[in-house]
């Protein structure tokens, strides 16, 4: 199913793509591009966006540090039937990285594959 959400991530303007993912880095970093679809990687669980602009908003409040650009990011987005957050490393599921779906914060969707449509928000880091 189809669906339009939101994406919070980290922003870098010198780098192509622009969008990173906000919380994941190094080899699970997942890249976005405005108009271009970014799949869930292999060997890894699936994208986490929220169904609203609000709980993005609040999520980017609460949870992310103030030293680094971030952005909301309009999407759409293939929902997937996964149950929770996690990836794989050294072919085994890693159970630091795994978030059950109770755990993850309101209005959290997963999904395969995110196609961002526009900038909503910009947030500079604090210096």
């Not at 919380?23 to 986490?48: D, F, H, W």
């Not at 993005?56 to 540090?65: E, G, N, S, W």
């Amino acid at each position: 199913m189809f669906i339009k959400a939101y994406k919070v991530v980290s922003s870098h303007p010198s780098i192509i793509p622009a969008y990173r993912s906000a919380i994941m880095c190094g080899k699970q970093e997942v890249a976005y591009q405005i108009g271009k679809t970014s799949m869930r990687p292999r060997n890894m669980g699936p994208l986490a966006v929220f169904d609203n602009l609000r709980d993005a908003q609040i999520f980017l409040a609460q949870k992310i540090p103030a030293s680094i650009d971030y952005a909301i990011l309009e999407c759409e987005v293939q929902t997937a039937l996964d149950d929770g957050l996690y990836y794989y490393h050294n072919y085994r599921i890693s159970i630091k990285s795994f978030v059950e779906a109770d755990l993850l914060p309101a209005g959290t969707v997963l999904c395969n594959w995110v196609r961002p449509l526009r900038l909503v928000n910009y947030y500079k880091a604090y210096t």
